[in-house]
């Protein structure tokens, strides 16, 4: 699998820019954010540098002043990594990395690697490496030749091709194929899902850190990967939940979202993230005990909304508010968001109040149905149990009346019934 390499002794300068638009404040937010990505990733954080510039050089993002300082201080304070918080074009990494003496990563180039070194099954690691190529290919500069090594030799140099197009030409043939293997297990996954299609689905959204998957291991009793560490989950995990027994979902906790997610890895992980479009309730996990938690809500909000999955019915979940002091600030949060749910996934607070509010939501999605059968017909009602809640049962000479909910996507399930009790 490619990889972008980062030094052994990873010593980094983070770079970011504010402006009218986006001031010092938020700028010092992202770089907080920022470094724990570079954390992360294994680097060590030296320093950060602020410019405050309204207008963006096209060549070199910031002045071409301010890159010779940088590049005085790559010198003097052995610098291995510069990074920007801000995503560069192909052509201002190129540029920079001519004045700049060492590898120059922006924020998409740090999250790639991270998600790299955290891939763990064969589908993430494929998705990873494509998001990688596509955007390495316009990247491509002198530095990152000699692919054809690490690709075992696979069309050598052409007569007349330069290394670089060489490579170029590699990387294209490589996409290629990880976009077939990533349509096949597609394919897989489209076909266990139709399997699981008669079930509720839930599946739990939120910024990358928010708690999602302590929340998934309360509410299931699992023991999927939870860190204080950005992007510990790579992979879908589904699990079946039962929360009474007329009230069992399918729940998947997925990957996290950040801000400025490149949209490379977001087509890449394509299949990874159809748990949540294909859903019928999302759990959105906030961290309530962020300083930043409403740019985290507008961030998810708007990687829903390229997933064409903003409008489904959607339960917030404020988490960690065992870490909010203010409780004012927790009443408040509730008021403006009333249909929401405090909880602490760690500290188990509230988890009972969020099941119930999960039941509501199932309920707008139920609907009730009226049946009578003949006398004959009574073990029909145990088939009725498992799809549905029987809500009465009146008897009355030869024949039963009988009233029950159930959830919309299981009519199809109950025509069948019908019809097969009619043969
Ligand atoms: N204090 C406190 N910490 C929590 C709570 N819920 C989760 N955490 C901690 O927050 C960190 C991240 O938790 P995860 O469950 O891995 O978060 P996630 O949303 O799955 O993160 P990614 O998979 O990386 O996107 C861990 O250190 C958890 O122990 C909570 O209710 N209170
Ligand atoms: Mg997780």
Aim: aromatic share 4%; proline share 3%; net charge neutral.
């Amino acid at each position: 699998m490619y990889e972008i390499e980062i030094p052994k002794i990873e010593r980094a300068l983070l770079i970011g820019v504010s402006s009218t638009t986006t001031p010092k404040g938020a700028t010092e937010e992202h770089l907080e954010e920022l470094a724990r990505l570079a954390d992360t990733a294994g680097a060590t954080v030296v320093d950060t540098i602020i410019q405050h510039k309204n207008s963006i050089n096209p060549a070199y993002f910031i002045g071409k002043g301010k890159a010779d300082e940088i590049s005085r201080r790559v010198k003097d304070e052995k610098i291995d990594l510069v990074i920007f918080d801000d995503d560069l074009s192909p052509t201002q990494s190129r540029n920079l990395e001519k004045i700049i003496t060492c590898k120059v990563l922006d924020r998409s180039g740090i999250i790639l690697h991270i998600f790299a070194l955290r891939a763990r099954s064969r589908e993430a690691r494929t998705q990873v490496e494509l998001a990688q190529l596509q955007y390495l290919l316009p990247r491509l500069t002198r530095q990152w030749t000699h692919l054809s090594k690490q690709y075992g030799g696979i069309g050598t140099k052409g007569p007349g091709e330069t290394q670089i197009e060489t490579d170029r030409r590699m990387i294209r043939t490589r996409i290629g194929h990880l976009k077939r293997v990533l349509e096949r297990i597609a394919q897989q996954r489209e076909t266990q899902r139709k399997g699981r299609n008669e079930f509720t689905r839930a599946a739990i959204v939120g910024y990358t850190n928010a708690g999602k998957s302590t929340l998934m291991n309360l509410l299931s009793s699992s023991r999927i990967l939870v860190e204080d560490r950005l992007f510990a989950t790579l992979d879908a995990t589904v699990r079946g939940i039962s929360l009474s027994p007329a009230h069992k979902i399918l729940l998947s906790d997925t990957v996290g979202f950040i801000r400025k997610l490149p949209p490379h890895l977001i087509a890449s992980f394509k299949s990874t993230l159809e748990e949540v479009t294909e859903t019928d309730i999302l759990l959105h996990v906030v961290d309530a005990s962020s300083s930043t938690f409403d740019e985290h809500i507008e961030t998810v909000n708007q990687t829903l909304e390229t997933l064409n999955s903003l409008d489904k019915p959607t339960i917030m979940v404020f988490n960690k508010i065992d870490k909010v002091e203010n409780r004012e600030y927790i009443l408040e949060l509730m008021r403006d968001y009333p249909s929401a749910a405090a909880i602490s996934a760690a500290r188990s607070i509230n988890i009972e109040t969020l099941k119930e509010t999960i039941v509501e939501q199932m309920d707008k999605q139920f609907v009730e149905k009226t049946l009578t059968l003949t006398h004959q017909k009574h073990q029909l009602i145990s088939k009725l149990h498992a799809i549905g809640e029987i809500l009465e049962k009146k008897y009355e000479n030869d024949h039963i009346h009988i009233r029950f909910r159930i959830n919309q996507k299981d009519e199809g399930n109950l025509r069948r019934l019908m019809a097969q009790a009619s043969q």
